[in-house]
């Protein structure tokens, strides 16, 4: 069945490092995935997007690539910052009506100054 | 900016008893969706809703689930009779009318079944 998940449950870094966070899936005819941000007592915000016809996809202080040959996706940070604390989530929209989300099992990044 | 709401943030119920959890979408949005997070564990999809009807649920969302948009701006999740298993945070989220990937999510309802 499909499945999207990630390689690291916990990511620490010192403010100013960029950081990188890993995804897996399993659907090859996945074509789109969204990376998500949860921090502590919220729920998840929207941060980047990418459709399978791009390897990469720029925003602010943040870049995804996708490496469809492998079925990884990663999430890259520059110059964290301790407001970047969070836990990270990769998702992919399915069902019927398209609006489904599949969630990662995420990852919990913490950013020390 | 325009955000989702959801009351009340932390609900404590007895196993059995009704639960209605409610949220109110961004206002000019029309697809409306809830999810659930176990303690420690990934966010879950229950259910989408458009047009005043399901558009799809998970296996979660059985006959003890029900969802209602009972006037313009609320859309409730209603649990007939808690389980223990029921414990988690309930997120809703609403998305524009085509944009439909990318969901707006409210802060949560913490709802724990003693």
């Known amino acids: 069945g499909e499945s999207v998940g990630l390689h690291l449950p916990t990511l620490s870094v010192q403010e100013g490092d960029n950081s990188i966070i890993n995804c897996a899936y399993s659907?090859?005819?996945?074509?789109?995935f969204i990376w998500y941000k949860q921090e502590s007592g919220k729920g998840p915000q929207f941060i980047i997007d990418i459709r399978s016809n791009m390897d990469k996809r720029q925003g602010q202080r943040v870049t995804v690539l996708l490496n469809k040959t492998v079925k990884h996706l990663s999430l890259q940070i520059a110059a964290t910052q301790p407001g970047d604390s969070a836990v990270y989530f990769c998702?992919?929209?399915?069902?019927?009506?398209?609006?489904?989300?599949?969630f990662g099992q995420g990852t919990i990044l913490t950013v020390h100054p | 900016e325009p955000e989702v709401t959801q009351t009340p943030s932390h609900q404590v119920t007895q196993m059995g008893q009704e639960v209605i959890l409610r949220c109110v979408p961004i206002s000019n949005h029309l697809y409306f969706y809830w999810y659930r997070q176990i303690l420690g564990q990934k966010v879950e999809f229950l259910v989408s809703f458009y047009n005043n009807e399901i558009s799809e649920k998970s296996e979660i969302f059985d006959d003890q689930f029900s969802v209602e948009r009972p006037d313009g701006s609320n859309f409730t999740l209603k649990i007939r009779s808690t389980k223990l298993e029921d414990s988690a945070m309930y997120f809703c989220?609403?998305?524009?009318?085509?944009?439909?990937?990318?969901?707006?999510f409210g802060p949560g309802t913490r709802l724990t079944v003693t």
């Open positions: 989220a609403s998305s524009p009318d085509r944009v439909i990937y990318e969901q707006y």
């Open positions: 659907n090859s005819a996945s074509d789109y």
């Open positions: 998702a992919e929209p399915g069902g019927t009506s398209y609006g489904k989300l599949t």
